[in-house]
């Protein structure tokens, strides 16, 4: 895999776990799922771990 892809692939998973996380703090209760907080937290972990490695890749380059 190249480090295009990979970057590709780390900012999508950034992005997505972005868009979850806004969506917890900022929907109304009534408008969220039921297991909303356990995905919140796992896009925590999701968005932790994206920034960790792109910046992992980064320095190795």
Known sequence: MSLETALVILSSCMLWSGLTMGFHFFAPEH???????????????????????????????
């Open 31 to 61: 408008l969220q799922p039921a297991k909303m907080d356990r995905l919140a937290s796992f896009a925590e972990n999701v968005f932790v771990a994206a920034v960790f490695t792109l910046f992992a890749l980064l320095m190795a380059r």
